[in-house]
């Protein structure tokens, strides 16, 4: 069976939120059904397909900049201006993920506006994932989008039809531009429980998020031979693992941890599907300013970035505001990452 045909024979397994509104009209019409486009073929994918590649060297470079809280006219912002611009002089990476809560006050535009502009005026990739004060503001994450999709290297995405607004999917080309050698999952990690009354602070991922990897996960192990292609996943509020990881004896944690991770009440089941699947060998979030470990968890790693923003909330974690760096190694499901702060320092580095 070669892949067209696999792909009209799973779809009706495919959900029709999935599909996008007009794959969904499509197949309701009354037109011949036709077969639906997986996400490998659409827009929303093929856009930035070829736009991320490993170095000659085999090398490509991540800076994770998390919860920038910029507040437009408070002198506390500049401070992660300073950081952003001094991580990004002193590490020249490859990319940069923005892991959520970049606004935090009124006017929305500006936020994105200042806390993009390191990497922007730098000319490097950048992507972002939405956080649960983004559309506090003025702007609604529809509208956000819309401000920044078009912003100088910006690669954010969105799949219509999903739950959320930034779940997306970045393919990191071999050295040699032949093929996909890595994958970088975005998922917009929501905001607030919707059933207040039973289930009180965070909202977890959705049941289409899910399926919606699982699909893409098993579509990209198909095109590699069979083999899951290595990934990494990128979103704001954490999962529930990560506190029984934390409080695992045997577990080894690597990092600050000031704070128990504020996960969702309700475990939806992602991490399971990573680990069915196979592919995402780490999990980076945001979220809680003062935790920066990372902690290996049933075969996943579980990882904080640095709180970048400046003392516009709470911050309180030795040596100030910061990044994460992730280095990657083509053919290699290993990575190596390790946290600077100011002045060039740089702490728990790891392999």
């Known amino acids: 069976m070669n892949r067209k045909e696999f792909l009209q024979t799973s779809a009706s397994l495919i959900p029709m939120s999935l599909l996008g509104t007009s794959a969904a009209q499509a197949a309701t019409s009354a037109a011949p059904m ?91 990739p950048f992507a972002f994932t939405f956080g649960n004060h983004d559309d506090e503001q003025d702007l609604s994450r529809k509208e956000i989008f819309e401000l920044i999709k078009d912003m100088p ?110 996960a969702p009440k309700i475990n939806s089941g992602l991490f399971t599907a990573m680990l069915e699947a196979g592919d995402i060998t780490g999990i980076f979030v945001g979220h809680d300013h003062v935790n920066d470990y990372v902690v290996p968890w049933k075969g996943i790693l579980l990882g904080y970035g640095r709180y970048t923003g400046g003392k516009t909330v709470y911050c309180d974690v030795p040596w100030g505001n910061g990044a994460r760096i992730i280095e990657l190694t083509e053919g290699e499901r290993s990575i190596e990452s390790w946290v600077r702060t100011k002045g060039g320092r740089i702490d728990n580095r790891f392999v």
Not at 48 to 61: R, S
Not at 70 to 82: D, I, L, Q, V, Y
Not at 204 to 230: H, T, V
């Open 34 to 124: 036709a077969a639906p486009v997986s996400y490998l073929e659409s827009e929303a994918y093929q856009k930035n397909a070829g736009k991320l590649k490993f170095k000659a060297n085999g090398k490509f470079k991540i800076v994770q900049f998390t919860d920038v809280h910029w507040k437009p006219g408070n002198p506390a912002s500049e401070a992660a201006a300073e950081r952003m611009n001094e991580v990004l002089e002193a590490e020249k990476p490859d990319f940069v993920v923005y892991t959520g809560d970049v606004a935090f006050d009124k006017p929305a535009k500006t936020c994105y506006e200042r806390a993009f502009e390191p990497a922007i005026s730098r000319n490097i």
């Open 153 to 262: 290297g910006n690669l954010t995405g969105t799949v219509e039809g999903l739950s959320g607004v930034s779940n997306f999917i970045l393919p990191v080309r071999s050295s040699n531009g032949q093929k996909d050698a890595f994958l970088l999952y975005h998922f917009d990690s929501l905001s607030y429980s919707p059933m207040e009354k039973t289930v009180d602070g965070y909202d977890w991922m959705k049941a289409d998020q899910i399926d919606w990897y699982r699909q893409c996960s098993a579509e990209f192990k198909k095109e590699n031979g069979g083999n899951p292609l290595p990934a990494l996943a990128f979103f704001h509020i954490p999962l529930p693992e990560y506190n029984q990881a934390a409080q695992d004896e045997d577990a080894l944690l690597i990092g600050i941890r000031k704070e128990e991770a504020c």
